[in-house]
């Protein structure tokens, strides 16, 4: 719901045949939708997995200019989270969409040389060009 000038976005991502996801075939859900405007908040939610599984969101783009994030990560998620990690769209990330991925580890760490248990994309879309400024 927008709010002023901003929105909050929330990206859910569930684990398979959780009883608890909205549609067994959308591993990644979006809260209104995956349109972001500059200036909007993203929140991420890990849902569905054990305490001790972490998953570790990372943006293609990142690295550069078109960067759909102030702060283009990687960040890491944890289903019980008390304080959920967000993030603000860029005032210059590009207009399209930005994919991203999430690995996510359900294995002690000391078993590090394995592939991720699972793994997911998804993908964020800018709907409106950048700003010369940043919204208020």
């Known amino acids: ?22 549609s067994p075939q959308a591993p990644i859900t979006y809260h209104p939708s995956p349109d972001v405007k500059h200036g909007d ?20 783009d990142a690295a550069t200019s078109r960067a759909c994030f102030t702060d283009p990560g990687p960040f890491e998620l944890k289903p019980f989270s008390l304080v959920p990690p967000h993030r603000t769209v860029s005032p210059h990330a590009s207009k399209g969409l930005h994919t ?10 000391q078993d590090a040389h394995s592939p991720p248990a699972d793994r997911k994309n998804g993908g964020i879309d800018v ?6 400024e940043v919204r208020p």
Do not use: N, Q
């Open 127 to 132: 709907s409106s060009d950048p700003r010369g």
């Open 1 to 22: 719901m927008r709010c002023g000038t901003m929105a909050i976005i929330t990206v859910t991502i569930w684990k398979e045949h959780c009883p608890d996801a909205p």
């Open 41 to 60: 908040k993203v929140v991420f939610l890990l849902r569905g997995y054990k305490a001790d599984t972490v998953a570790t969101v990372t943006f293609p």
């Open 100 to 109: 991203f991925e999430v690995s996510i580890e359900t294995r002690p760490p």
